[in-house]
Structure formats: structure tokens, C-alpha cells
């Protein structure tokens, strides 16, 4: 009906209006993020790509999916698909939204708490998939196993937004600005 093609439209536009630049811009971003994560691998969860992910959304506001959406297809195309590959497809969404919604925030104190906690509901997050895979019990079962990892990847995530999230944030704002009025 035209009213459903007037609202995809409203909705889709912001996101399908890309230069060139944004479109290159992005690839490389999201290939970047999949990079920093392989070299930082031998860490058990302690990612760069919750930093990353909250640095995007602050940064190209909606458009944000496109780099993340980047590295998670490079992550199946790496890794191959898996039962982690479906909690993959929403749970750097979820961040995203919530840093989009954030993205006022000042202070790297506030960035590294939000990643933090984010790191440490990281399995709980996954866990609606598990639920489907094994029932209640395997996810429930299966979180509380994991929560060893997510709680280094709550101190990983911390200290690297604690470290790293400012400074970044004003290089890759101060570089989209001039890449967008050139």
C-alpha cells in the first residue's frame, strides 16, 4: 500500500542516502574493527569492538549499522556460521542503539561504566538464542558458565573506553567532519 512505502521510505532514506566516501569510509571501518578484534584475540574477551561500536554511533548517529554490519559479515565470512553467529545479528545492534540514545554523554568515566556493564550482560544477552537451541535450563546453564568470561570482558571493555573512548571520539568526529565537507 503506498501508506507501508511512504513509511519504509521515511525510515530506509537516512540509511540508504551514502556518498561514495561514507560507503568507503564505512567498509574500511567495520574491516578495521574485525582487524583490531583478530589482534587482540590471544585476550580472552577483552575486544575492541564494544569500543568501536559506541565510538560509530556517536559519531554517524543511524548510519552507524553499515561499519558494524561490516564487521559482523567479516565475521561469518571468517569464522563461519554458528549458533553465536544469530546473537551477532542483534546484540552489536542493541549497543549501538543504546550509545545512539547516549550519545549526548560526556565523559569517558560514563562511555567505559556503559561498556563495562555491557561486557558483563554480554552472555546474558546471548542467552535468548540458547534458550531456542537447548531450552531454559541449557541457557541458564550456559550463562553461568560464561559469566567467568564476561566478567573479563566487563574489565577489558572498562578500561579500554576508559583509555581510549575520548580521544578517539574527537579524531574520528574531527576526520567525518572534514570528510563531509570536502
Not at 544469530?86 to 546484540?91: N, R, S
Not at 561498556?115 to 550456559?142: E, H, N, Q, R
Amino acid at each position: 500500500s503506498p501508506s507501508s512505502t511512504a513509511t519504509c521510505i521515511s525510515w530506509c532514506i537516512p540509511l540508504a542516502k551514502l556518498t561514495v566516501r561514507q560507503t568507503v569510509l564505512f567498509g574500511i571501518l567495520g574491516a578495521l574493527t574485525f582487524a583490531a578484534k583478530w589482534v587482540m584475540s590471544a585476550l580472552p574477551n577483552i575486544e575492541p569492538v564494544s569500543l568501536m561500536v559506541m565510538l560509530f554511533a556517536v559519531t554517524f548517529g543511524l548510519k552507524a549499522v553499515y561499519p558494524v554490519y561490516v564487521y559482523v559479515v567479516m565475521e561469518f565470512l571468517f569464522y563461519g556460521l554458528n549458533t553465536w553467529s544469530i546473537c551477532y545479528l542483534y546484540i552489536w545492534l542493541i549497543l549501538l542503539l543504546v550509545a545512539l540514545g547516549l550519545r549526548k554523554m560526556e565523559g569517558a568515566l560514563s562511555w567505559a561504566l556503559l561498556s563495562g556493564i555491557y561486557g558483563l550482560a554480554f552472555g546474558a544477552l546471548c542467552a535468548p538464542v540458547d534458550v531456542f537451541i537447548g531450552g531454559v535450563s541449557y541457557a541458564v546453564t550456559k550463562w553461568i558458565s560464561g559469566i567467568p568470561f564476561d566478567i573479563s570482558h566487563c574489565i577489558g571493555n572498562f578500561f579500554i573506553a576508559l583509555m581510549m573512548f575520548n580521544p578517539l571520539r574527537k579524531l574520528l568526529q574531527q576526520q567525518y567532519e572534514k570528510m563531509i565537507h570536502k
